[in-house]
């Protein structure tokens, strides 16, 4: 009697509350984006499933020795995932766009300026240096580095800023379009840029590991990121390990994708997400992409100024990394003024360079706060 | 009470970093860049003379 008593107190359902339902619904929200949307489901699957599961009273599996805890620990809070995932973005990216016009590599940086509006913006609504960096980093649009970034400074706003930087990161063909119009002329738009020259395989050899050398003596703390970055690059651009470079950005990429989207999913408890700060640092995302995105325009605009060979000053929105989709758009903003515009190629240059300078920006982060 | 200094600190240190570091890779890939064409040029043009 005494273990069928026992037994009928230990079942979930008496813990259930009203906050774990919340939490599902949330979920399934999430779900839905992912599923029907067609947001980002490769992590957003992983997460809604995480916030809905580790929302299941008496699993213990958020818990030291839980299976949830053990991802999130092992994987998350020691930074092992998100260089693994740089290992993998490494192996997929081209950085011959940047390469062939390494200005660009200035506007990845303005673009970066949206970074530290909102880092401005919530100190002033009153969160911490260390969260008010966290949640600024949105602004890279870079779902890794936000991660990383958080795990270094503010573990427990880790779901409601990684979820932020996803959700706006699929969200960048509304952001981008109004305020890079807002910011360009129709003539602007429309300028057509030389095409770029081709550049060897040398130089593609070469640039991880100049890139290597000036970011982390410069900024040590992105070393982590950049190391794994740049070496993900140097596989594929050597083109001798097509073993590593396969299994880097295609089996393991999935298998840590898993580990993360769960990881930082399960710690999306009620108590940790249901407050008015996760609404501030929804409002405060669109902060940062919208500065990111003006910050790429504008200075874009200012090197036409005292440059020879003009850019298109969209290509400057691109900066906003979120790869490759803020070159996508800028790609068809482009077409929409002029059909014999073809941006695409001139847009991954600052594209890809934003992921590098917010992995900088991250890493001064770490440096002058902790 | 929030350190204004620091986080003005946190912010300039973040900025000139962001620049420094994407400024300085791009002039070093700008000198790589020419170093490479001033080479695969030489090399062509040694092609050239043995022909």
């Known amino acids: ?370 | 009470m929030l350190d204004w200094t620091k986080a003005l600190t946190v912010a300039v240190t973040g900025i000139v970093s962001v620049f420094l570091a994407l400024g300085i890779l791009n002039l070093a890939v700008s000198l790589t860049g020419y170093l490479f064409r001033q080479g695969e040029r030489r090399q062509a043009e040694k092609a050239r003379g043995n022909c």
């Open chain 1, 1 to 370: 009697m005494d273990i069928l008593a026992h037994s009928v107190q230990g079942l979930g359902i008496w813990s259930l509350s009203y906050k774990n339902v919340i939490m599902w619904l949330l979920a399934f929200i999430l779900m839905y984006l992912a599923i029907k949307k067609g947001v980002e489901p490769l992590l957003l699957i992983p997460i809604s499933f995480g916030v809905f599961a580790a929302n299941f009273p008496l699993t213990g599996l958020t818990e030291p020795g839980g299976l949830f805890y053990i991802f999130y620990h092992f994987g998350i809070e020691n930074e092992l995932i998100p260089p693994l995932i740089f290992l993998g973005l490494g192996a997929m990216t081209d950085f011959g766009p940047v390469i062939a016009n390494p200005k660009t590599l200035l506007l990845g940086a303005a673009a970066q300026l949206g970074v530290y509006a909102a880092f401005f913006t919530a100190l002033i609504i009153g969160f911490s240096i260390p969260e008010a960096a966290t949640i600024g980093i949105i602004g890279g649009a870079d779902g890794p580095t936000t991660i990383y970034l958080s795990a270094n400074l503010a573990p427990h706003l880790m779901g409601a800023v990684s979820v932020a930087a996803y959700s706006y990161m699929a969200l960048v063909p509304i952001i981008i379009p109004p305020i890079a119009r807002l910011l360009t002329t129709e003539k602007e738009r429309a300028m057509v840029m030389t095409q770029m020259r081709p550049v060897s395989k040398g130089e593609k050899i070469v640039f991880p590991l100049l890139a290597s050398v000036i970011i982390i003596l410069l900024v040590p703390p992105a070393a982590p990121l950049m190391a794994m970055f740049m070496l993900g690059n140097l596989f594929m651009e050597s083109g001798v390990v097509e073993r590593l470079t396969n299994v880097s950005r295609n089996e393991l990429m999935n298998i840590v994708t898993i580990l993360l989207g769960v990881g930082v999913g399960s710690t999306m408890s009620a108590e940790n997400f249901l407050n008015a700060r996760t609404i501030y640092i929804f409002f405060l995302g669109v902060v940062a992409f919208s500065f990111a995105t003006a910050g790429g325009v504008m200075i874009a605009k200012t090197m036409n100024l005292f440059t020879k060979n003009k850019v298109n000053p969209l290509i400057g929105a691109a900066g906003v990394s979120a790869v490759p989709m803020a070159a996508r758009v800028v790609h068809v903003m482009g077409t929409q003024a002029n059909p014999q515009n073809y941006l695409l190629m001139h847009a991954m240059g600052p594209n890809v360079a934003g992921v590098i300078g917010t992995a900088v920006a991250a890493g001064a982060f770490i440096l002058s706060i902790k």
